[in-house]
């Protein structure tokens, strides 16, 4: 996990874009709110986007007088970028199921108990 730390915060909302936009009909507005992000985090590692730079990035959108519903939007965003990075590796390699229902692989850690008792084949 450390040296996924590394990686830029560039690369990581590029990433996570090109996810999130299969699955989503609002594009314009995410895309919006993470072009805003990137301009100020891009060039940072992930690890290193922590709450010091985080209240430093929104004390300072809202002295340029952006609306409170604005970094509302925009904190979204972030929390929305930072859980995707977290889960997608877990989500792509613990729980994989097919469609058909022959074959459930899973991650009772994951998934939890009542979830994991009705992927199991019978």
């Known amino acids: 996990m450390e040296a996924l730390g590394r990686a830029l915060f560039s690369h ?3 990433e996570f874009l090109k996810h999130y936009l299969l699955y989503t009909t609002d594009h314009r507005t995410m895309v919006d709110q993470v072009r805003v992000l ?3 985090f891009g060039a940072m590692p ?6 010091t730079e985080i209240e430093a ?10 609306s409170g519903a ?22 792509t390699t613990l729980l994989q199921v097919t469609l058909c229902g ?21």
Do not use: M, Y
Request: net charge positive.
């Open 12 to 14: 990581v909302s590029a």
């Open 38 to 40: 990137d301009r100020h």
């Open 46 to 51: 992930i690890g290193a986007v922590g709450r």
């Open 57 to 66: 990035f929104f004390a300072t959108r809202l002295k340029a007088v952006k």
């Open 70 to 91: 604005t970094c509302n939007r925009q904190l979204s965003a972030l929390c929305t970028l930072f859980a995707d990075f977290i889960e997608r590796p877990r989500l």
């Open 102 to 122: 022959l074959e459930a692989r899973h991650s009772v850690e994951f998934v939890g108990p009542d979830l994991a008792a009705l992927l199991q084949p019978e």
